[in-house]
């Protein structure tokens, strides 16, 4: 396992952005089965997105090790809106706003690959990701739609309302 970063060597590192590999599915899994705030899905669902969803997706890798990534995929009843589904890092990886930049590359691909609409879902009290989402939408000079688009009833358990966030429309770049 890699060790953090220091803070003074930190900003000096750079992981590779790259297209998820299956062999990635166990860290992605493992990620987000150590995180408190993000759903579990199985082992078996992250190999299938490897396999199926990779090209909408991305892994950050620093020194062989995943440390990040995002799953995203086209709709196919709106194939210009992207949908961002998932996105974790792994605690102290030593990388300035990973999260971040994971969610602009994967936004950047998704609109130079016809997306006019970029989507999420979060809870309400999620600040991070909803603070990520209203930058996305500044960075394209878009608006922001917000909606519940699950109910928590709609779910088992304890689980909080899916709040939609959609930004758009955005225009293509000229030039």
């Known amino acids: 396992m890699t060790a953090p970063a220091s803070p003074t060597t930190a900003s000096r590192v750079r992981p590779e952005y790259r297209t998820p590999r299956v062999e990635d599915a166990q860290a992605m899994w493992q990620m987000v089965h150590e995180s408190d705030e993000l759903d579990d899905n199985s082992p078996y669902y992250y190999a299938l997105w490897c396999r199926d969803f990779a090209d909408t997706s991305l892994v950050a890798e620093l020194e062989n090790e995943v440390i990040g990534f995002l799953t995203g995929y086209f709709r196919p009843e709106q194939p210009d809106t992207y949908l961002v589904w998932q996105e974790a ?17 994967a936004a950047d691909r998704a609109v130079r690959n016809g997306a006019r609409y970029i989507e999420a879902t979060v809870s309400a009290d999620n600040k991070a990701i909803i603070m990520v989402l209203k930058k996305c939408a500044k960075r394209f000079r878009a608006s922001v739609h917000t909606e519940v688009l699950f109910p928590a009833s709609l779910f088992p358990e304890d689980h909080h309302d899916e709040v939609l966030y959609r930004i758009g429309p955005i225009e293509p770049a000229t030039g």
């Not at 890092?89 to 590359?105: D, N, S, Y």
């Open 89 to 105: 890092a792994k605690p102290r990886h030593g990388i300035p706003m990973l999260g971040v930049h994971l969610f602009e590359r």
